[in-house]
Every structure is written in C-alpha cells, then in structure tokens.
C-alpha cells in the first residue's frame, strides 16, 4: 500500500477527495492517506483528518528561526510517517529543498489553471480565475505536476480542459474547475504509482 502525505494550508477539500479515492474510489486497495501536515492551526483540513482518524501535525513557520528549520521539521514528519507520495492539497508555501531532494518525482501538486499559463508566485485561488476571465479566455482547467523548488514549474502528469464562456464570472469558473480537481488529482495519482512506484 502506498503512503501518501497530505501538505495543506486551508480547507482541504482537494484532501479530502483524496482520502475518499483512497476508502471507495480509484486508489482503493492501491494508497492510503497516513499523514497531513499544516503550516496554519486554523485550518480546517486539520479538523478533515481528525474526523478521518489520520494522523495529524501543525507546523507553522513563525515557530522556527528560519526556513530551513521549518522545512526540516517538516521533512522529519514525512521520514517518521514513512511516506511515499507528497501531496500538495492547497499548500501556501514553496517546499523546501531538503523535501524536494528526498521526495524527487514524488510531490504533487493540484493548479488550477492549464499551466503554463496562469502560474507562479501570486497565482493560486480567485486571483487564478480572476486572471483567466480577465484575459478573456475560452479554455481553464486543472494540471497536476510535479512540485520543485519553484512555483507551478514542475514537470506535467495530468491536464483536465474546462469550457470557459463569456458570461462566465471567476466564481463560476472556480466552480467548473473544483468539480475537475477531486476527479484528476486521484488520477494523477493512481498514474503515478503504476508508473513509478510499483514492481
């Protein structure tokens, strides 16, 4: 059974569309989730994996005198947790080198978006699809990449398309894509253990 750890900063809903692959879906018999980690005591995707009996840590930055200490915390919980699969689920911070270099080829992350376009630094959330109405585009969607040491530059494991129409708001299109993201990143997922981690 491959581990999967979950990096998180808010909701996690992406998260939870995971574990639920995991339990009924398409990783069934194939991963488990045994670990989510967050760098915000508030967020919610903590109380997601209390309620799903998974093991759960808060590690927040302002608590380390710099980066380096918060990434090596961090990189110590996934060791411990014997994790497989990093799994980025709305994680607000660019993972730290150290991470990368253990888990190189094993970190995902969900954009939402058709990268390259409508990536890096400031464009997550709203500010995405803000972005793609802005610039009257007819086509958003998801990608799933590979997480590296700079944002939304990963190597491609999976794109999903989304119609875009003009009377479409961002908060339409962000609805259009949530609906994608729980569906592509369990893909992208199982793709990557057939693929990469089995045999």
Known sequence: MIRIAILASGGGSNMQAIVDACKTG????????????????SAFV????????????????KNFKDEEFFNKKILTELKSAETDIVCLAGYM????????DEYKDRILNIHPALLPKFGGKGMYGHFVHEAVVKAGETKSGVTVHFANEKYDSGKIIMQKEIEVSKIDTPEDVAKKVLKVEYRIYPQAIKKIIEENLRG
């Open 26 to 41: 398409i990783l069934k018999d194939l991963a488990e989730v045994i670990l989510t980690v967050s760098n915000n005591a």
């Open 93 to 100: 911070r660019i993972v730290g080198q150290g991470i990368v």
């Open 46 to 61: 903590l109380e997601r994996a209390k309620n799903e009996n998974i093991n759960s840590v808060c590690i927040e930055r």
